[in-house]
């Protein structure tokens, strides 16, 4: 298996199936999301391609990146009905074989949660994106509550929640790694998405910018 590929066949075909759930759930978060984008974007996590719907005209290229082979071919399929030029590639977060300084804007949605090196992922971001450049995320984050983080603490160290969910961990506190990843957090609100989601709450949407 090539490092630029993730296999998670069995949760791949259930994200795809409970995708417009999700969009329901989530879809005018995602709007807001990518509102007031332009020129090009690299999208990480891009899955079935459901963010493609949501771009501005303004953006000129959607540079979507996609590990899982199942995904990735939904993703292709949704790039030929997006409104925008969208080029859908087969690589990791991690490494990305993309230039340097080349987009204006990154975007990361309920992606941070699954990467294995998130400090490696958003520094990668980091590189790619021109000076000034702009990360958009919209990620689920560890809960405020004690009760509630020591479950979700429980679910990622036991093994099940990443399981179960694709690589999926629940109890990250992702806000502050993108901080430590050298980003200056510059807009940030708490989304609720309710109950359904359960231990992958609460979820935040935010705009953050390297720092110089």
Known sequence: MSDAQVRHPIFARFFNRLSPVIERDIGA????????????????????????GHYPSL??????IEPEAYLRGKAEEAATRASVPVRVVAAVAGDLPLEPDSFDAAVAT?????????????????????????????????GEGPTKARV?????????????????????TTVSEIERAGYAVEEL??????????????HV??????RA
Do not use: M, Y
């Open 152 to 172: 979700q603490r429980f679910a990622d160290r036991s093994g099940i929640w990443p399981l179960i969910g694709g690589g999926c961990h629940c109890s990250r």
């Open 29 to 52: 978060d995602r709007k807001q999301l990518l509102s007031g984008l332009s020129g090009r974007v690299v999208e990480i996590g891009a899955g079935n391609g459901v963010n493609f």
């Open 110 to 142: 309920l992606v941070l949660c699954t990467v294995p090196d998130v400090t490696g992922a958003l520094g990668e971001l980091r590189r790619v994106l021109k000076p000034g450049g702009e990360l958009r995320f919209l990620e689920h984050v560890r």
């Open 59 to 64: 953006v000129t290229e959607v540079v979507a």
């Open 205 to 210: 949407i935010g705009v953050a910018r390297a």
């Open 189 to 202: 609100r708490s989304v609720d998405v309710g109950p359904s989601w359960g231990i992958t709450n609460p």
